[in-house]
Nanobody, 119 residues
Framework: QVQLVESGGGLVQPGGSLTLSCTAP????????MQWYRQAPGQQRELVAS???????NYESSVKNRFTISRDTAKNTVYLHMTRLQPEDTAVYYC?????????????WGQGTQVTVSS
């Protein structure tokens, strides 16, 4: 059973920062694209940031220049460092591991971690 273990959510004031972590099994981490999604109440889950196995990063426009995604191969961990947080960033954040080819391997989701931005 492949598990993605997330941590780092919590309550933060507007303008504050948080860093989320997601640890994956070594067997998939180096080969899979890693992504962070979020889902606010009553909203669809949306892709926030991604970091492909081959390098590079991509961000949803509203978080560009505020969020940074990175991966530590030695720790099999992907991070989402969030700065200048705003109330609209409040959501459950999910880590996602996307395989090279969905025809041959499954994708995996973390359990989700709540981020609440409020004064």
């Amino acid at each position: 059973q492949v598990q993605l273990v997330e941590s780092g959510g919590g309550l933060v004031q507007p303008g504050g920062s948080l860093t989320l972590s997601c640890t994956a099994p070594a067997s998939i981490f180096s080969r899979f694209d890693m992504q962070w999604y979020r889902q606010a109440p009553g909203q669809q889950r949306e892709l926030v940031a991604s970091i492909p196995a081959g390098g590079g990063t991509n961000y949803e426009s509203s978080v560009k220049n505020r969020f940074t995604i990175s991966r530590d191969t030695a720790k099999n961990t992907v991070y989402l460092h969030m700065t200048r947080l705003q109330p609209e960033d409040t959501a459950v954040y999910y880590c996602h591991a996307d395989p090279p080819d969905l025809r041959y391997e499954s994708d995996y989701w973390g359990q989700g971690t709540q981020v609440t931005v409020s004064s």
